[in-house]
């Protein structure tokens, strides 16, 4: 069985192909917000993050004609902001360190994530996270990726997406402790 998308913004998209300026800004209107928030919390850096949307728009008004409809058009600009993203930081040399799970041991309990605590403090905690742990925790958690998708965008092995995610936890638990947000019984 083949899967079908629904795009509501499929004759924008249609309208964009023609060239059609007023459909573009429409795009970017729907659009730029959640991708600038996309870019920026992998970088982690305004700036970036800015450069990155723009680049990213640019990339997907030249190359529309490839949109071919496989997916949402949102989720196909979703996955061009995160690969220009992720290339941003490899141009920073971010090295995500292939680990072979040595004794890291997964921790089933996400109770750290369900706990209620300040958005803010939270935020600001992932973002005070070093980039390779940010970006994992943020394609895992926030973006919705499996680690075997993480592991292909990376260009790392699943294990080790799954060990930098185990450590971007307990690297978040301690700040969260550290800046008395999470109490550290829980």
């Not at 294990?159 to 301690?174: C, E, P, V």
Request: negative net charge.
């Amino acid at each position: 069985m083949e899967t079908t998308y629904i795009d509501k913004h499929i004759a924008l998209v249609d309208q964009c192909r023609k060239g059609d300026r007023k459909a573009q800004f429409e795009i970017y209107k729907l659009y730029s917000k959640a991708m600038y928030n996309v870019a920026y919390r992998i970088v982690n850096f305004e700036e970036e993050a800015e450069d990155i949307l723009q680049e990213s728009f640019l990339d997907v008004f030249t190359r529309i004609d490839s949109f071919r409809g496989e997916t949402t058009f949102g989720l196909w600009l979703k996955q061009i902001v995160i690969n220009k993203s992720i290339n941003q930081l490899r141009k920073r040399k971010v090295d995500f360190v292939n680990i072979d799970e040595m004794d890291i041991v997964e921790d089933e309990d996400d109770g750290l994530f369900g706990l209620e605590l300040k958005a803010e403090e939270i935020r600001q905690a992932i973002m005070s996270l070093p980039d390779k742990h940010r970006v994992i925790l943020s394609l895992y958690l926030l973006e919705g990726y499996d680690h075997s998708e993480i592991a292909h965008v990376l260009k790392i092995s699943e294990g080790t997406s799954r060990s930098q995610f185990m450590r971007a936890k307990l690297k978040l638990n301690d700040f969260l402790i550290k800046g008395g947000v999470k109490d550290e019984r829980y």
